[in-house]
């Protein structure tokens, strides 16, 4: 299918949106748990404070998604941008608390360094509309490669800019908030990226139905909610270990300075991203199911392995094992829930998987907190994260391998 010019702008605008923004989240990963502390807060506060953001983007990316259709993509994709550049200012702007709290509920802001808010959502509705069944697979590839090399650039960044500025005389405190900052104006340059978008983007009218919906859904209602359940089981054992808790583990238990950090989650999400485009090969061979599932397992074998090496260089070695592979699933899970939905169904779709997967990470950060905070449960969330992990590969294998996308019924 060839693209019309117009379509070929929204989706690098779409690109340049995602890379922008996966550039900040991994920007102010690293630094962020290392700034709470800096600024008083415990542990339990941190984990807190982390449970709040996912929980909050769960409510407020649920309703601007399963809405996004009706209000419109470019208006919704907007308003993520004004509360992303809102919560970076009030990140800066305080220490209470209970301020961040309320900014981490109402707010956009990446403690894991992945995709949060209604940006995802919205962003693969607009691309399916501008791929064809057989390109959507590999175009969901090259997304998820951009956004993991930027995330990897952002890390990368933000830990050396914060030790940089140390060096040259800055206090920790006032390199953390300059990360901080950067995050701040990148939700505005995403305001206005957002605004240049076509009408492509948005649903067609012959592409609405009479229907009465549920949260946006009416026929696939039963698939979408099957998927969210798994994909809460999967987020929940993966916030056990977001970037930020990972960071800072790699910085008690190892001694390893911000910069080191970066230097690690940078290598980390560069092979992320490059194995997305391995997955789209795979996936046209074996289905998208098989390649969800059979590259998953043996990626949280390695992440429960982790806290069991002896030495910092041994834990790098097999965490960059583990990224290597761990992100095959996700261009894969997306390009599947896109194409077993009805097109009016693709922004709710896509929203309620993702919120369901915040949803389930929402208690996570809290959890692994307190199990942080006492010395012999240090490394437990490693485990309980890889074994929740693998009995979703299970599960997801099992209740779907019969329910194939287009491309794949011939």
Known sequence: MEKAPGRTND???LFSARIIRLFCYGFLSVVLALYL?????????????????LAGDAVIS?????????FGRRRTLIVGGLLMLGAGLVFILTRNPFILAVAAIIGVISPSGNEIGPFLSVEQASLTVLASDQQRTRL????????????ATGALSGGWLAQGLTRIGYSSLQAYKSVLAGYAVGGLLLILLFLFLSPQVELKPAETTPQKLFLGLHRSR????RLSGLFAMDAFGGALIVQSLLAYWFHVRFGADPGVLGSIFFGANILAGFSALLAARIAERFGLIRTMVFTHIPSNILLILVPLMPTLPWAIGLLLARFSISQMDVP????YTMAVVAPDERSAA????????????????????????????FSFPFFLSGG???VYDVLLFVSFRGLKPPEEKG
């Open 62 to 70: 649920l309703w601007l998604t399963t809405s996004a259709d009706r």
């Open 11 to 13: 989706i690098r605008l």
């Open 388 to 390: 929740l992990k693998i």
């Open 37 to 53: 502390v800096q600024i008083g807060l415990t542990e339990k506060w941190i984990g807190v404070i982390f449970s709040l953001t």
């Open 350 to 377: 896509s929203g309620v998987t993702t919120i369901a997967r915040s949803v389930g990470a929402a208690l996570s950060p809290s959890l692994a907190g307190w199990l942080m905070a006492v010395p012999a449960f």
């Open 140 to 151: 969901f590839a090259w997304y998820a490669l951009a956004g993991s090399l930027a995330t």
């Open 332 to 335: 894969t899970r997306q390009s």
């Open 222 to 225: 039963s698939i979408v909610l």
